[in-house]
């Protein structure tokens, strides 16, 4: 998976409690992105970063935070999981400012 | 109405058929267009891109964009088995990554 590796890759925790995902990257690519993919929704922006500490805001960024304090690494953090936060997260990175995404493996997350 | 719109199925259809899937967008200033191919459990790998209308080849895979229609269209030639998968479109203004619209998936089975 393009030098992508995401864990855990499966994570069950209850409600109210944090999360957090990581992404690691090898291939040294300066953009760095978080998506959640749910049934009928398909793959939805939450953040993403065009450098280390620099991140935005995606399509469904309420209830995620994000950190990138190394070119390599992308942290994903649920503060207080909820039931509507279960869902597959997949990191995502590219190049440069083109569309082109390389994918990780995903990351199953189910909050009970 | 979602600026994506793809069906679901899942389409079934036996091996070495052609198979042809579709999407359609609202957002007339989409000029880049993604399909990706996702396998059970797996994340989404790039299958074809494209930049504005026309066709592109490659291999068994035909990619298609008709703007004036917006309607954007997969081809896959004798099809097999290990096409068995969920196939996403894609589509950007070309502003960056961080802005692009996925489709919701259609599965696709081949049939031995």
């Known amino acids: 998976d393009a030098g992508i590796t995401q864990s855990p890759r499966h994570k069950v925790t209850e409600t109210g409690t944090p999360v957090t995902l990581r992404c690691h990257q090898t291939e040294n690519h300066r953009y760095m992105y978080w998506y959640r993919q749910d049934p009928g929704h398909g793959l939805r922006l939450i953040h993403y970063?065009?450098?280390?500490?620099?991140?935005d805001k995606g399509e469904v960024s309420d209830g995620y935070s994000v950190s990138r304090s190394k070119t390599e690494d992308f942290l994903l953090t649920l503060e207080s999981a909820t039931s509507s936060q279960t869902s597959v997260y997949f990191c995502?990175?590219?190049?440069?400012?083109?569309?082109?995404?390389?994918f990780g493996s995903g990351t199953q997350l189910s909050v009970l | 109405q979602k600026e994506v719109e793809q069906d679901p199925g899942p389409l079934s259809v036996p091996e070495g058929a052609i198979v042809s899937l579709n999407c359609t967008y609202s957002?007339?200033?989409?000029?880049?267009f993604m399909w990706y191919r996702q396998y059970s459990r797996k994340g989404p790998e790039l299958l074809m891109y494209?930049?504005?209308?026309g066709n592109k080849e490659d291999g068994r895979f035909t990619a298609q964009v008709d703007k004036s229609s917006k309607y954007i269209s997969l081809f896959i030639r004798d099809s097999q088995p290990s096409d068995s998968a969920t196939y996403l479109c894609a589509m950007s203004e070309g502003t960056g990554g961080f802005k692009t619209i996925f489709g919701a998936g259609t599965r696709l089975f081949v049939k031995a």
């Open positions: 970063s065009y450098g280390v500490k620099d991140t």
């Open positions: 995502a990175i590219g190049p440069t400012t083109n569309e082109k995404l390389f």
């Open positions: 494209t930049y504005s209308s």
């Open positions: 957002n007339s200033a989409f000029q880049y």
